[in-house]
């Protein structure tokens, strides 16, 4: 079964998430609104973007089924909810709406700051989520920090992955711009996680430092250490592509995930022209990142590899 490990949804009302103004006013949500024609921000904008979720994966091929991320809020040193958190999106608003489709699958988010992390997590796992999903630099979790030793010694019990952003965002706002490095969630697997880092390391924007070559030496070190695809087909990321492929042993560690809906755009120079304007008639954004990942010649694990590390039954298929 092929899945696509990394795709957002969003959520406006009381209990299921929160975004500020700041957020929704800026350029990446403003476009991503008007793409798909959220006008508003309430429950009935909730449902269109669920129904479009829904829409989007059902005609995805070769994509069979996709994780879609809760995201929790900014925890301070006390653990206690910090009023710089700008977006949120609740595990178990999240786990309804995978619930309601067989294609969807459960990814949930817990700040480790959080006094009842543990406790969070064991409930999640009870309720079906796959993985644990971070944003460090935007929820200020420091990855090296001993505050998240139990939680990963709680994720390493239950054998569930942690799929941490690597490298920076722009999307949302920085908390914290010092805990980008891959290198900080070497405790994490030290102590028998599987850490999925999103990104593989790479920078947002031009100009930024670059964490690629970090990501590619915890990938050699580190055998439950792994980098998903999501967003390396944007032109600022896309950089990347050429030293992730051309070593055997990162190739081999390489996770499928698209970041929906965040646009896909083909890397022309490793695509070449024609085919790439080929792949930008394909109106379905997480097909279309995975009809560009195989035109780089991502090819055999790669596709299934995200499954085998969720665990997934091996006779797990998504209803048509």
């Given amino acids: 079964m092929i899945v696509d490990c990394h795709v957002h949804l969003s959520a406006f009302t009381p209990g299921h998430g929160f975004m500020s103004r700041t957020l929704l006013d800026s350029v990446p949500f403003r476009f991503m609104r008007w793409k798909f024609g959220l006008v508003g921000e309430d429950a009935s904008t909730e449902s269109t973007l669920e129904q479009l979720l829904a829409n989007t994966i059902s005609d995805a091929a070769p994509v069979d089924a996709a994780v879609v991320l809760a995201f929790d809020a900014v925890y301070d040193a006390q653990g206690t909810r910090d009023p710089r958190t700008h977006f949120e999106v609740a595990n178990d608003y999240v786990r309804d709406v995978t619930r309601r489709n067989p294609r969807l699958l459960y990814g949930a988010s817990i700040h480790p700051y959080r006094r009842d992390a543990v406790a969070e997590l064991e409930r999640v796992a009870k309720d079906g989520a796959v993985l644990i999903k971070w944003l460090p630099i935007t929820q200020d979790i420091d990855p090296s920090d001993a505050r998240c030793f139990p939680f990963y010694e709680a994720l390493a019990h239950l054998k569930m992955p942690l799929l941490s952003h690597t490298g920076w965002e722009r999307t949302l706002p920085t908390a914290n711009d010092r805990v980008a490095d891959p290198a900080l969630l070497a405790p994490a697997l030290q102590r028998g996680v599987t850490v999925i880092m999103a990104h593989c390391g790479t920078r947002s924007f031009y100009g930024e430092s670059c964490h690629v070559a970090s990501f ?23 950089y990347g592509w050429r030293p992730l492929l051309e070593d055997d042993v990162v190739r081999a560690k390489l996770v499928h995930g698209s970041d929906w809906p965040i646009l896909p755009l083909p890397p022309v120079r490793r695509v070449g022209l024609r085919r790439s304007l080929a792949l930008m008639s394909e109106r379905n954004w997480m097909k279309r990142d995975a009809l560009v990942k195989q035109a780089l010649g991502l090819e055999g694990e790669y596709w299934t590899r995200a499954a085998r590390l969720l665990r997934l039954p091996a006779d797990h298929r998504p209803a048509s």
């Avoid at 590619?216 to 896309?238: K, Q, V």
């Fill in 216 to 238: 590619m030496r915890m990938a050699h070190e580190y055998e439950r250490c792994y980098g998903d695809t999501s967003a390396l087909n944007l032109p600022t990321r896309s």
